[in-house]
């Protein structure tokens, strides 16, 4: 059983050192002005390819439960596939890999904030707390602890359009627990790739047609190849495997090391500074994320 353990954590820890990498090769692909879209619909049409010979049989069998729930995947597509991997790659454009990592890191809280807006779950007093404290994280990392860019509204385009995806991904987590699925998970991911997949189809075209055109050089295969098989692929199924094993509640303190992994590859890549309001910041989050986890105790 130690064994078994010790695989899980290996597993885990590696799904999420891929998915740290995914904002580091993020910001390579701004530097080689790789367009963020563009370089979002090839992530997932090979990822696509790639999983189809695997779930295309259960997709045929279960065809009419996936068109009756059609509304449903579509959304959860749109708000994963399309924005939120779109909205990354575009945001490292214009804001440093630790900023971005540090606001995703509040998307657990967010998840919480979500859910009770949708009506999913119930919220206590703790976990209200929670999402205002990593609000307040986020609010500071975005006007980098400074007054003056709160009054004058002089914010980082990419801190903003961050905050808009971290917001989608939390709605596409709060909305995938609201519903038990007769899919098993690949065949799920399949589907959610679908979906999201067709409205990545005109957006690439609206890019391409104004100009920003993928290069097929070296540099560009290499962040394709990381992209596809590794955050898109390798992490989900390692995640999957690992929480298998120790449950979702052990699993989910691997997230938190996201930030950690982020920040000290883009400190020794990019030579990025962790700031003071890098600090402030992570300090208001990681409260809000100690909050959001405490259980109110029955009297």
Known sequence: MKNKNNVAYIFLFLATLFWSGNFLVGKFASQYQIPPFSLNFYRWFFAWLILAPFTIQEILK????ILENYKYYA????????IFNSIVYYSLNFTQVISGVLMISTIPVMIIFISSILKIEK?????????????????????????????????NKGDLTMVFGMLSWATYSALLKKKKHKLSQLTLLEVIISFGFIF???????EYQMGYRI???QNFLMILFYVVLFPGLASF??????????GAN???????????LSAIMAMIIFNEKFM???MLGALFILTGILLSNRKIKNA
């Open 276 to 278: 003071f309001y890098h």
């Open 215 to 217: 290069v097929l050089d």
């Open 123 to 155: 919220t206590n007093t703790f976990q209200i707390l929670g999402v205002a404290c990593s609000f307040m994280g986020v609010v500071l990392i975005i006007t980098k602890a400074n007054l003056g860019i709160l009054l004058n509204l002089d914010f």
């Open 237 to 246: 199924i390692f995640w999957i495997k690992g929480l298998s094993v120790i």
């Open 250 to 260: 052990r699993a989910g303190v691997f997230l938190h090391m996201m930030p950690i």
């Open 62 to 65: 279960k065809r009419n439960y």
């Open 200 to 206: 990545l189809i005109p957006i690439y075209f609206i």
């Open 75 to 82: 959304v959860l597509g749109i708000t994963s596939v399309t």
